[in-house]
């Protein structure tokens, strides 16, 4: 059998507040004796986890990786309203007037990602 991918992992400055983040963003859950302070808090997913790893360097470039999330039970754009008022702010913008696009976002910490259509508005 081939290898899975178990998490991904994200440098970051404060691994516990940036999970708090995620863990709304994808309905996910902390790591099981994951707090404040810790070096490395893992959010549990439906799909592979993120582990936050604090690092002492800050984010200087756009990420080489990124995240592209799927909303499952609303549209993309009440989806980036929902994470906007999570703290992630847009970045980049690139709907069409024919409803197709994506919007990319960036996390408290500057991490960015995706919010596409979602399936129903894809059929």
Known sequence: MASLVRHVTIDCSDPYALARFWTAAL???LGD????????VLVETAGA???FIRVPEGKTVKNRL??????QDRSRDEEVERLA???ATVV??????DG?????????EGNE???ERSAAERG
């Not at 990124?66 to 909303?71: A, M, S, T, V």
């Not at 197709?100 to 408290?108: C, E, I, K, R, S």
Request: hydrophobic fraction near 30%.
């Open 27 to 29: 309905d996910g859950k």
């Open 100 to 108: 197709a696009g994506w919007v990319t976002m960036a996390d408290p």
């Open 33 to 40: 004796g994951d707090f404040p302070g810790d070096p490395e």
């Open 66 to 71: 990124h995240l592209d999330l799927q909303p």
């Open 85 to 87: 008022g999570l703290g």
């Open 92 to 97: 980049g913008d690139h709907r069409k007037p």
């Open 49 to 51: 986890g993120l582990l």
């Open 113 to 115: 990602f995706c919010v």
